[in-house]
């Protein structure tokens, strides 16, 4: 086992399970607490060299905890310190099943909640993206080049001559009846071409 690491991810879940955000999203958080004193005994002395066994109740104690923390990512909207504080004691769960007991269904529980976890930060992430990329839409919207006021100034045109009842094509009409006339034929019988 490495030390350090072991060290660290310790240090980070005590001040956790210390903290006001814990209580406010875990509430008592009893099973979990129960869970994370179980593994930091037992590591503890693996820490130091010693040797120890696991026994049933020690089992059941972390797989209790790991139910527990499973369900909050199930049911529970993640904030920042729930996602920091679940990675933390998944790599906790991760350490102690790695260097004591062994349980095959209790490394399937951490890699559910892994993925749970990281697929939740991924669609985070993508609505963070779709937010931002409907900001932008919504400024260049609000642009206009010019070539739209004239746009806009054609369709107003077009939309008044329909409710005039008004040919919408008249100027080609008028300029081949122009060159026609000079041509000396008749064209008041021709439809337009």
Same mark, same amino acid.
């Given at each position: 086992?490495?030390?350090?690491?072991?060290?660290?991810?310790?240090?980070?879940?005590?001040?956790?399970?210390?903290?006001?955000?814990?209580?406010?999203?875990?509430?008592?958080?009893?099973?979990?607490?129960?869970?994370?004193?179980?593994?930091?005994?037992?590591?503890?002395?693996?820490?130091?060299?010693?040797?120890?066994?696991?026994?049933?109740?020690?089992?059941?104690?972390?797989?209790?905890?790991?139910?527990?923390?499973?369900?909050?990512?199930? =049911?529970?909207?993640?904030?920042?310190?729930?996602?920091?504080?679940?990675?933390? =004691?998944?790599?906790? &769960?991760?350490?102690?099943?790695?260097?004591?007991?062994?349980?095959?269904?209790?490394?399937?529980?951490?890699?559910?909640?892994?993925?749970?976890?990281?697929? =939740?930060?991924?669609?985070?992430?993508?609505?963070?993206?779709?937010?931002?990329?409907?900001?932008?839409?919504?400024?260049?919207?609000?642009?206009?080049?010019?070539?739209?006021?004239?746009?806009?100034?054609? &369709?107003?045109?077009?939309?008044?001559?329909?409710?005039?009842?008004?040919?919408?094509?008249? =100027?080609?009409?008028?300029?081949?009846?122009? &060159?026609?006339?000079?041509?000396?034929?008749?064209?008041?019988?021709?439809?337009?071409?």
């Amino acid at each position: 086992m490495d030390r350090n690491e072991y060290l660290d991810v310790r240090n980070k879940i005590l001040r956790m399970l210390n903290s006001q955000e814990f209580r406010r999203h875990f509430g008592k958080g009893n099973n979990i607490k129960v869970a994370v004193d179980t593994m930091i005994k037992s590591l503890d002395i693996v820490a130091k060299g010693g040797r120890t066994g696991v026994g049933q109740n020690m089992m059941n104690n972390v797989t209790d905890g790991t139910k527990t923390v499973m369900e909050f990512v199930i =049911y529970h909207r993640l904030s920042k310190f729930a996602v920091d504080f679940v990675l933390v =004691y998944v790599s906790l &769960v991760s350490l102690w099943n790695k260097e004591l007991g062994y349980n095959f269904d209790l490394d399937i529980m951490v890699d559910a909640i892994k993925a749970i976890v990281s697929s =939740y930060l991924t669609i985070m992430e993508a609505n963070d993206v779709l937010r931002n990329l409907l900001s932008r839409a919504e400024r260049y919207l609000k642009l206009e080049p010019p070539a739209y006021g004239v746009s806009r100034h054609f &369709v107003d045109i077009v939309w008044k001559k329909l409710e005039n009842g008004e040919e919408i094509c008249d =100027y080609p009409n008028k300029a081949i009846r122009s &060159v026609n006339k000079e041509k000396g034929r008749d064209v008041s019988n021709e439809g337009s071409t």
